[in-house]
């Protein structure tokens, strides 16, 4: 005999699943794509992961300069260290001309010193950029 027919149930469970992995997965694609991952990059310092990161992310979205995004990862790493631990770190930003998030995963070669809250140095970097939202610029400089 053959396995016993799955129920009404089981078959509506199986297509719900499918297709909240697929809402999920959709939106992931765009916001990490295989372009900006890269595996066992040299790190040395955490200037050089902002480097990194700036490097990856403005090969791939044109519209957005090396520059801008370093400058952006700085600032924003000024303001307090985006060391989690347990060796993640999740550099980002606020850019104006960002047209929409987009992430980039970095494994590094050997862990750099991060300045995260347990000490502890970091291998495993997600770095994104985010639209910085109409009229916060001009907030920030009054």
Do not use: W
């Not at 765009?30 to 990856?56: N, P, W, Y």
């Not at 260290?81 to 970095?106: D, F, K, W, Y």
């Amino acid at each position: 005999m053959g396995p016993e027919p799955r129920s009404p149930t089981h078959q509506t469970q199986g297509k719900v699943q499918r297709s909240l992995s697929s809402d999920i997965m959709q939106p992931l694609a765009k916001l990490l794509t295989r372009q900006r991952t890269a595996c066992a990059t040299v790190g040395i310092s955490k200037k050089r992961v902002f480097e990194s990161v700036a490097k990856i992310i403005s090969e791939d979205q044109l519209s957005l300069s090396y520059d801008e995004i370093f400058t952006h990862l700085i600032g924003r790493e000024k303001l307090g260290s985006t060391g989690l631990g347990q060796g993640i770190a999740i550099p980002h930003c606020r850019i104006e001309n960002c047209t929409q998030p987009m992430g980039t995963l970095v494994t590094l070669s050997e862990p750099v010193d991060y300045d995260s809250p347990d000490d502890q140095p970091v291998d495993l970097i997600y770095g994104y950029s985010i639209r910085e939202p109409v009229g916060l610029k001009d907030l920030s400089h009054k």
